[in-house]
Every structure is written in structure tokens, then in C-alpha cells.
């Protein structure tokens, strides 16, 4: 198993370890922080299940899944939840997704969590397009993904089903390319 750890300005990427469940369930547990995730918000039990499954994927050969740690680089402390996930539709391509904790936001952790995620996909895993989908109405994704140089895309109809409810998705990517031009340019 490749041990995944990738640093930023003021965050970094690291596997998820077996007490990270209270740090997680601080983000999965979290009305606030869900309320735009595709799920209801998780128990503390649900939210064991999902770190021991997502350590467990980390020793899968081939390697599908990077269920990450967000931490700060002071103090090492866990305030998001990023993932890939090999598409199975596209070769050399991979879904994301990320989740903070409420109190962090308004920090730029967001950006920076997406480069991180972004720049372990196109450059550690050699990947060609990444994507991710959010909620038509979460706006402060939207500036996120667009700060980090995604491209939205445009809309999945009818994509989740929440609350009882059918809602849309709008898919946000970046191809290797982009990245490349990207970095260049900070």
C-alpha cells in the first residue's frame, strides 16, 4: 500500500486512520455539512463503517478509491473529508468530492482542499479528467471548484434522491491539460 500524504500552504492529504471517526463524524454527522451532500446526515456508528471501509480500500491492488484525510498542517488536526474515485466509464478518469467541517469555512480551505485532491489526481495517479457534481444551490462549491480552475459542465436531471425528493446535480471538471496550464500560472 502507497501511504498518500500531499501538503499545501496550510493544509495536507493523508490516509484516513482508525481514530479519524470522530474527526470525520464532526463533518458526516453534521446537519450543516450535509445539508448539500448527496446523503442525510451519517452516525457516529455509519461514520465507523465508512473509515474502516475506506482504510480497508486503501490495501485494494488495483487501488480504486482515495478516501483522504484533510488536516492542517499546524497541528495536524482533521477538518475535511476528500476523496477519488476511479470512473468506471473513463479510462484515466476519477469523481471527487470533499466535505469541511462548518467551522472552518470562509478560510479558503475549500480551494485549497480542491487543488490538493486535483493535484494528487493529475500528477501522482496521471489522470485525464476529473469531475465532481453539486447541488444546484450550493453556490460556495460552485466558487470553489471555479477558484480551483474547474469548468462547470452542466447539469444532471433528477441525479439524487434526498429528503424524499428528486434533485438536479451540476458537474464541475478539470482535464490534465487545464491542471498543467493551471499551475503554471500560480
Do not use: C
Amino acid at each position: 500500500m502507497q501511504t498518500i500524504h500531499r501538503s499545501g500552504p496550510r493544509l495536507a492529504l493523508r490516509e484516513l486512520q482508525p481514530d479519524d471517526v470522530d474527526g470525520v463524524f464532526a463533518i458526516y454527522g453534521s446537519p450543516e455539512a450535509t445539508l448539500h451532500l448527496s446523503f442525510e446526515p451519517r452516525s457516529r456508528e455509519q461514520v465507523g463503517a465508512i473509515v474502516a471501509r475506506s482504510i480497508a480500500s486503501a490495501s485494494a491492488d488495483p487501488r480504486t478509491e482515495w478516501a483522504l484525510a484533510v488536516v492542517e498542517q499546524e497541528g495536524g488536526g482533521l477538518v475535511g473529508f476528500g476523496r477519488l474515485a476511479a470512473d468506471p466509464h473513463q479510462q484515466r478518469g476519477a469523481t471527487f468530492g470533499f466535505a469541511l467541517r462548518p467551522d472552518v469555512w470562509g478560510r479558503g480551505y475549500g480551494v485549497e482542499t480542491v487543488r490538493l485532491l486535483l493535484g494528487y489526481g493529475f500528477e501522482e495517479l496521471g489522470l485525464h479528467r476529473v469531475w465532481g457534481a453539486r447541488s444546484p444551490v450550493n453556490e460556495a462549491s460552485a466558487a470553489t471548484m471555479a477558484a480551483a480552475g474547474m469548468v462547470e459542465e452542466g447539469r444532471i436531471r433528477e441525479h439524487v434522491h434526498k429528503g424524499g425528493r428528486w434533485r438536479d446535480s451540476v458537474v464541475h471538471a478539470m482535464l490534465d491539460r487545464e491542471w498543467e496550464q493551471a499551475a503554471q500560472g500560480r
